[in-house]
């Protein structure tokens, strides 16, 4: 019999999917990469999949289901293109900003000297500044600022160029302090105030998400655990404090729930568990998980979450107390005792779902799965003076490292 994997087998099976999904388009290295596993580690799951599919090709039911979620996807994917090429529709009859119309503002004097340029040849220079009531020096050292623009428009066209870059790669998801964070951590030297401008005169923005329900449904009978944060969720190394909740998202007519675990310390999502039901087992499996990424070595970690039945239960505490986590709850009916898991999900959900809702669970699955590895890997925290949680962590243990070593 082989060794065991650390791996919870959700998490496997989702690698294999994300991988799957890429259609051959990207390696095993890459794929790994983002997931957090070596590339070999990866192979050997996918040909261990493809195996287990060998053994049940058989099963026609289970291959006419996929192709039904894969039709409704599709079909809902056609009606989110159908929209969004109507409205861009609409936006392309507006007026460019900037046009050739004289107005009052600092663009239309710049539209004048073209126009002068662009007839001085028919009319000559001195008679259309005088038709225009603008100035032949004016003219003159507009002309002589011609190269020191040309210059300035190139390098802004640069900028922005990698904006847009950097604005697709993250799937249009980053804001301007994002943007401007990424554009620092390639090298660049520039203002933020700068890229804001960019972004606002070329419509780029992140997402934002509409406002959401409230999902804990507290068990009042259930003993609590003492409130060992007090709202102060500050942790000086990894381990230390980590934090929970549950949410939902639709998928067609149903839900999907998901719970996560998270390293206070890092912001890290070290566990998470999908599931179609709201039942204990999914906080626990969630907490296995986080407890494995960490070695297994969690004694005097303290878990905090709110009282919803899942957490306060009698099964929830004894798992905690075989791996000697601490645990610890906030009051009844207020979110701020738990406000960074609860900060936690307008991201997800507003990076993953807009602008539109999941068809199947299969879609569903992935796409939270590969944005879980995206957020832990790469994408940027601002309370991690923009790093992600993966740097942010490399950082915590070479500084260790380094104080051991001194």
């Known amino acids: 019999m082989g060794r065991r994997s650390p791996y919870p087998a959700e998490f496997r099976n989702d690698a294999v999917a994300l991988y799957r999904a890429a259609g051959g388009k990207r390696t095993y290295a890459s794929v790994a990469a983002d997931v957090g596993v070596t590339g070999e580690t990866l192979r050997s799951w996918v040909r261990q999949a493809d195996e287990h599919t060998g053994r049940d090709h058989g099963c026609g039911e289970q291959g006419a289901e996929s192709r039904d979620e894969e039709l409704a996807r599709l079909r809902a994917e056609n009606g989110r293109l159908r929209k969004a090429e109507k409205e861009w529709e609409l936006e392309r009859g507006d007026p460019a900003p900037g046009s050739g119309l004289f107005r009052e503002g600092d663009e239309v004097k710049t539209r004048r000297w073209d126009f002068v340029s662009a007839h001085a040849e028919v009319f000559g220079v001195q008679r259309i500044c005088r038709v225009l009531r603008v100035s032949r020096s004016g003219y003159c050292r507009w002309l002589a600022g011609a190269k020191t623009r040309q210059e300035r428009q190139a390098a802004e066209n640069a900028l922005l160029g990698e904006i847009r870059e950097i604005h697709t790669e993250h799937k249009g998801t980053y804001g301007v302090r994002r943007i401007h964070a990424e554009l620092r951590g390639f090298g660049h030297t520039v203002n933020r105030k700068r890229v804001e401008r960019l972004m606002r005169i070329n419509r780029l923005e992140g997402r934002h998400l509409r406002r959401r329900k409230r999902t804990t449904v507290p068990d009042r009978l259930a003993p609590p655990a003492p409130d060992l944060v007090q709202r102060d969720f500050r942790a000086e190394k990894l381990n230390e404090k980590w934090c929970g909740d549950i949410t939902y998202v639709q998928v067609g007519g149903g839900w999907l729930y998901l719970a996560c675990v998270l390293d206070i310390c890092s912001r890290r999502v070290i566990g998470w568990s999908m599931a179609s039901h709201?039942?204990?087992?999914?906080?626990?499996?969630?907490?296995?998980?986080?407890?494995?990424?960490?070695?297994?070595?969690?004694?005097?970690?303290?878990?905090?979450?709110?009282?919803?039945?899942?957490?306060?239960?009698?099964?929830?505490?004894?798992?905690?107390?075989?791996?000697?986590?601490?645990?610890?709850?906030?009051?009844?009916?207020?979110?701020?005792?738990?406000?960074?898991?609860?900060?936690?999900?307008?991201?997800?959900?507003?990076?993953?779902?807009?602008?539109?809702?999941?068809?199947?669970?299969?879609?569903?699955?992935?796409?939270?799965?590969?944005?879980?590895?995206?957020?832990?890997?790469?994408?940027?925290?601002?309370?991690?003076?923009?790093?992600?949680?993966?740097?942010?962590?490399?950082?915590?243990?070479?500084?260790?490292?380094?104080t051991l070593a001194a």
């Open 278 to 402: 709201m039942r204990t087992e999914l906080v626990i499996d969630a907490l296995k998980m986080a407890v494995s990424t960490r070695g297994g070595r969690v004694g005097g970690v303290i878990f905090h979450a709110d009282r919803g039945s899942q957490y306060t239960s009698a099964s929830f505490a004894q798992v905690c107390d075989g791996f000697g986590i601490r645990r610890s709850m906030g009051r009844v009916g207020s979110s701020h005792d738990n406000a960074l898991a609860e900060s936690f999900w307008p991201g997800l959900k507003r990076e993953t779902m807009h602008p539109r809702l999941f068809s199947t669970m299969r879609q569903a699955r992935l796409e939270i799965f590969q944005w879980l590895t995206y957020y832990n890997a790469r994408r940027r925290h601002s309370a991690l003076n923009y790093l992600s949680p993966a740097e942010f962590e490399q950082q915590q243990q070479r500084a260790r490292k380094l």
